[in-house]
């Protein structure tokens, strides 16, 4: 099994920033994709961004020059890094990674529980 945790998540100004961590552990050969999603109340949870295990990025174009997706593959880590922030911004953060457990081609999808990301003056 593999356990998914955010941090980093809370109450910031418009034009502020923060920046969120998750952490996979567990049964975990390899990670080919981990990516933050977000849904504000009466919205369908949206992708924000995905980075692929060798680096490549997708981001949405609501957060494209803002926001940043990086990960550390040695800690199982992914990190958003969000500037710039504006009230629409606000929803819980969702962490999601598709993992490969073995050597064999599975591949199982995780969530994180979610951090709540607020953005009001």
């Known amino acids: 099994q593999v356990q998914l945790v955010e941090s980093g998540g809370g109450l910031v100004q418009p034009g502020g920033s923060l920046r969120l961590s998750c952490a996979a552990s567990g049964s975990i050969f390899r990670i080919p994709t981990m990516g933050w999603y977000r849904q504000a109340p009466g919205k369908q949870r949206e992708l924000v961004a995905s980075?692929?295990?060798?680096?490549?990025?997708n981001y949405a174009d609501s957060v494209k020059g803002r926001f940043t997706i990086s990960r550390d593959n040695a800690k199982n880590t992914v990190y958003l890094q969000m500037n710039v922030l504006k009230p629409e911004d606000t929803a819980v953060y969702y962490c999601?990674?598709?993992?490969?457990?073995?050597?064999?081609?599975?591949?199982?999808?995780?969530w994180g529980p979610g951090t709540q990301v607020t953005v009001s003056s």
């Open positions: 999601n990674a598709d993992v490969q457990p073995t050597i064999f081609p599975r591949r199982d999808n995780y």
């Open positions: 980075i692929a295990s060798g680096g490549s990025t």
